[in-house]
């Protein structure tokens, strides 16, 4: 198991597979239909978007929990 102190790039790193893996999907079978070869063209999708979506994620993740501490409202004695 990994320190605490790596929660934010496991986080990072298991929220950028996932959605890459999902989103990559979606847009292949939308764009090419379910077609013989789906699974290699998607596996290349896949990994084309997880190499930028890694970094991405990294980058924007403080700007996002920024705007949602800007969004969400305190209760009063918190």
């Known amino acids: 198991m990994l320190d605490k102190k790596y929660q934010s790039i ?32 998607w596996f290349k999708a896949w990994c084309f978007a997880f190499v930028v979506a890694f970094p991405a994620i990294t980058v924007i993740s403080p700007v996002v929990r920024k705007l949602v501490s800007l969004t969400i409202r305190n209760q009063p004695g918190q």
């Open 10 to 41: 496991v986080f990072t790193f298991f929220m950028s597979l996932l959605m890459s893996c999902i989103m990559s999907f979606v847009i292949s079978v939308f764009n090419i239909g379910f077609a013989s070869d789906l699974s290699a063209i």
